[in-house]
């Protein structure tokens, strides 16, 4: 599977993204917390619940359909009584939706393993992406080193890089638009320089 950092990467990153006047330090916990839950289904597997059955791991909290309701609470719980604008709420909660999917998405995308239970509870089967560059280390003892290496490498540049470059564009492009392009939010005009 990805190490656990990326996993939470992938949510720290994103958070950053979230829509001008939504608080980034509560999207940052939230989004972490929700790009990692998923695998609270170890705690089941501890507990002895089967490993391939539906609530064993990769199962139905890896599923599509329980990340949409978890990133449904989560953008409630950062925006709260804010009161935002809808158009921030959506765009808000389609980010928290995002991160809470992507767990699932890159456990799919790993080099082996049984698939993830994506579409769970309507269609049990696990599924596999077809294409998955996410590296698993098989090698024992000496050649454990290298694929370590060659997993870190290959997490590097299919998701590290792809998450820093769009939360990069995203933060350029709300440094260089014209104020009157950006989503209506007092902080963003705050922030330029006075004529
Ligand atoms: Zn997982």
């Known amino acids: 599977m990805p190490s656990p950092v990326t996993h939470g990467l992938v949510g720290i990153v994103m958070a950053q993204t979230v829509p001008l006047g939504v608080s980034k330090r509560r999207s940052t916990v939230v989004f972490a917390v929700l790009s990692v839950m998923p695998d609270i289904d170890l705690l089941g597997s501890l507990a002895g619940i ?3 059955g539906n609530l064993g791991h990769r199962g139905i909290t890896h599923s ?4 949409v309701v978890c990133g449904l609470i989560g953008a409630r719980i950062i925006h709260g009584k804010q009161g935002l604008s809808r158009r921030k709420v959506v765009g808000l909660t389609l980010l928290a ?3 809470a999917v992507s767990h699932g998405l890159l456990d799919a995308a790993t080099s082996i393993g049984v698939g993830v239970g994506l579409l769970m509870p309507f269609f049990d089967e696990r599924i596999i992406l077809p294409v998955r560059p996410i590296l698993v280390p098989r090698a024992r003892g ?3 080193v290298l694929a370590m290496l060659r997993m870190v490498l290959a997490e590097l540049l299919t998701v590290w890089l792809p998450l820093f470059v769009g939360a990069g564009i995203v933060h350029v492009y709300r440094r260089l638009a014209p104020a009157e392009q950006l989503p209506n939010c007092a902080d963003s005009v705050a922030r330029r320089p006075r004529a």
Do not use: I
């Open 97 to 99: 939706c995002a991160v």
């Open 50 to 52: 089967p490993w391939r």
């Open 64 to 67: 599509v359909g329980v990340a």
């Open 142 to 144: 000496d050649g454990l």
